[in-house]
């Protein structure tokens, strides 16, 4: 599968951008999805992921509440809604896909970007203050 990330951009602090993330080539509803993201200067971290059935979604701590995951395997899409951005939102954010992962992979495994095979480019985000 190829991802392809959409829908970053320069958006003021309290405000909402929705990332996609579009997925070709084979079928990618058995793959656990997940978001991460890379600020300047700083290691990629996780922040959010969604089983392959949407069942189950997890967040880090940092934009639980504000951020929402959510997939349409039918269109092979992946989405990410993120609401009361903040400065420290700032960061090239990347999709990615695990095809291993069981269902009930759990938050641990969802978190570890090392479990990922596939990567989309990235899209940028950068929220003003």
């Known amino acids: 599968v190829q991802l392809q990330a959409s829908g970053g951009g320069l958006v003021q602090a309290g405000g909402s951008l929705r990332l996609t993330c579009a997925a070709s080539g084979r079928s990618f509803s058995r793959d656990l999805m997940g978001w991460f993201r890379q600020a300047p200067g700083k290691e990629r971290e996780f922040v959010a992921a969604i089983s392959r059935t949407g069942g189950s979604t997890y967040y880090s701590d940092s934009v639980k509440g504000r951020f929402t995951i959510s997939r349409d395997n039918a269109k092979k899409t992946v989405h990410l809604q993120m609401n009361s951005l903040k400065p420290d939102d700032t960061a090239i954010y990347y999709c990615?896909?695990?095809?291993?992962?069981?269902?009930?992979?759990?938050?641990?495994?969802?978190?570890?970007?090392?479990?990922?095979?596939?990567w989309g480019q990235g899209t940028l985000v950068t929220v003003s203050s």
């Open positions: 990615a896909a695990d095809r291993n992962a069981i269902l009930t992979a759990g938050p641990a495994y969802s978190s570890e970007p090392g479990n990922y095979e596939t």
